[in-house]
C-alpha cells in the first residue's frame, strides 16, 4: 500500500510559476514509477507528466514540454512539478499517481495503483 499526498497548488496570475510535491508513504518509494494528471471540471483526467523509477526517464504531453518539469528525489519519497508560464487552461485539480512498472512511465491512468487526493491550481487571466 502506497498513500500519496499532493501540495503546493494554489491561485497565481498567468505567466506565474508553481511547484507541486508528492510525498509516498507506506512502501519503498522507488519500486514505483509516478506521474501527473489533471482533471479541469467536467473533463477527463488527462496526461500531464511521469517518470520512471530511477529518475533517468521522464515523459510529458506534448502540449506542456518546455514549461513543465517533472523530478523525483527517491530519498525524500517525494516528486515535484516545476510548472511555469501558466496559462488559465492550465487550472485544473493535480493529482500524482503511483504505478508498479518498471522502467517507464506510464501516460495510462488505468496502468496506476494508487492516486493522491488532488491539489487545486487555479490561474487567472
Known amino acids: 500500500q502506497v498513500q500519496l499526498r499532493e501540495s503546493g497548488g494554489g491561485w497565481v496570475q498567468a505567466g506565474g510559476s508553481l511547484r507541486l510535491s508528492c510525498v509516498a508513504s507506506?512502501?519503498?518509494?522507488?519500486?514505483?514509477?509516478m506521474g501527473w494528471f489533471r482533471q479541469a471540471p467536467e473533463k477527463e483526467r488527462e496526461f500531464v507528466a511521469s517518470i520512471n523509477w530511477t529518475g533517468e526517464g521522464t515523459w510529458y504531453e506534448d502540449s506542456l514540454k518546455g514549461r513543465f518539469t517533472i523530478s523525483r528525489d527517491n530519498a525524500k519519497n517525494t516528486m515535484y512539478l516545476q510548472m511555469n508560464s501558466l496559462k488559465p487552461e492550465d487550472t485544473a485539480v493535480y493529482y500524482c499517481g503511483a504505478a508498479s512498472i518498471y522502467g517507464l512511465g506510464p501516460m495510462r491512468p488505468s496502468l496506476y495503483d494508487y492516486w493522491g487526493q488532488g491539489t487545486q491550481v487555479t490561474v487567472s487571466s
Open positions: 507506506g512502501d519503498i518509494f522507488s519500486k514505483y514509477a
